[in-house]
């Protein structure tokens, strides 16, 4: 290019505003109050939608149930030491992965399972005492329904999905009623009649809410102070920064309340409870802990041991060594932390009475401040199997 040509661009450069164009320009009020009502009913679509669910969870007896059913499914398979194993597709695995991030901040051990990667090799993450969570908003993903005949038919299945029948649900097909959970989360409205356009939003509405309260909740049965729990597994961050400093955990953080722990009753009038009607039970019980009377208890380890009976079908009677008399149960006092009383029951077991009394199956009594045993704590859950080894 000449030279003169070079300094006409410069020059014409040069002249150009400095200031940026003004992006309003194009759009009249008119425009500008269309983008506003748009946003507006898409607010309200969403609210509407959550205003549904909490009618539906407010007055329907069976869905009360079947989210208590969730829970002691969540809290249960947490106690065992197993992980809640969720699944989806799409948008609907995102609020998965949201839901997979709650539970583990609330040291509830969580994972998200991708069902195509599951049906190439990763269903090798399921072990023998986790659950399963599917969110399908239709109930029909493709994916999901290809998943479903491998995974494990005697793991719990909590399925959360616009269905609000089990029968017309196709994810519980061919597994135990007594091992499904049916969370509806329906909207009013279809998104295409809302929005014109099928993309999930009052639908991935609803299953954030549900899941989010689902975890809480969990959260909330499982630990008497669960802000303490959080803010051990989330010290970063914000939130971290804004948490009070906490101790380290007391006995009372990780025990059963007594009075949450269900009395075996027996399906048969005028006999005593057999050992199915203490599984039956156990299945029904958020801990796993069962009460064969206000005075005994039978851990959830000697119930995992019962079920792996081969008589169960001859409604055997309850052995009286896997019942525990809480005249046995060894009293800790609930404002001791955890290091606090396994110290004490190591230094105890170096004697021979200690190692007498402070064995596995062994019950601990949790006393609280008015000197009453409230809740209960395997010893199990503080003492490694390493460590009942006897001294040399």
């Not at 002691?72 to 989806?88: D, H, L, P, W």
């Not at 914000?238 to 399906?267: D, F």
Request: some cysteine; aromatic content about 4%; overall charge negative.
């Amino acid at each position: 290019m000449p030279l003169s040509r070079c300094a006409e661009v410069q020059e014409n450069v040069l002249r150009l505003p400095l200031t940026p164009p003004d992006f309003h320009d194009g759009l009249d009020k008119e425009a500008d109050d269309d983008v506003i009502q748009l946003a507006t009913h898409i607010i309200a679509t969403e609210r509407d939608a959550l205003t549904n669910l909490h009618a539906l969870y407010l007055s329907d007896p069976t869905v009360q149930r079947n989210f208590k059913q969730a829970v002691n499914v969540i809290s249960r398979t947490s106690r065992q030491g197993g992980r809640v194993i969720v699944s989806g597709v799409g948008k609907s695995r995102k609020i998965g992965q949201k839901f997979v991030a709650t539970l583990n901040s609330f040291g509830i051990r969580s994972a998200s399972l991708h069902p195509t990667e599951a049906m190439h090799g990763d269903m090798g993450m399921i072990g023998q005492h986790d659950s399963i969570v599917i969110l399908t908003y239709s109930g029909r993903t493709t994916e999901i329904l290809s998943l479903l005949p491998y995974l494990p038919p005697e793991l719990p299945l909590i399925a959360i999905t616009s269905h609000t029948d089990v029968s017309s649900c196709p994810l519980f097909a061919g597994r135990s009623s007594l091992l499904c959970a049916l969370l509806p989360a329906p909207i009013p409205c279809s998104e295409i009649e809302s929005f014109g356009v099928p993309s999930p939003t009052s639908s991935t509405t609803t299953a954030l809410a549900l899941t989010d309260a689902l975890a809480l909740v969990s959260a909330r049965r499982l630990h008497p102070c669960p802000s303490s729990i959080f803010h051990h597994y989330h010290p970063g961050g914000a939130i971290g920064a804004h948490m009070p400093p906490t101790g380290p955990p007391l006995m009372k953080s990780i025990a059963i309340m007594v009075k949450e722990v269900p009395i075996v009753v027996a399906r048969q009038a005028q006999t005593k409870p057999t050992i199915l009607d203490v599984i039956l039970a156990a299945a029904s019980s958020a801990s796993g802990w069962v009460r064969m009377s206000p005075e005994t208890i039978i851990t959830p380890r000697q119930i995992q041991r019962m079920g792996r009976r081969t008589d169960l079908g001859q409604l055997l009677d309850v052995e009286d060594e896997t019942v525990v008399e809480k005249g046995d149960w060894i009293s800790i006092s609930a404002a001791s932390s955890v290091q606090e009383a396994q110290a004490w029951i190591l230094q105890m077991r170096q004697t021979s009475r200690g190692r007498t009394f402070l064995n596995k199956g062994t019950v601990l009594g949790i006393v609280d401040t008015q000197r009453c045993v409230s809740g209960v704590v395997e010893i199990e859950e503080i003492i490694d199997d390493s460590q009942f080894q006897d001294p040399c």
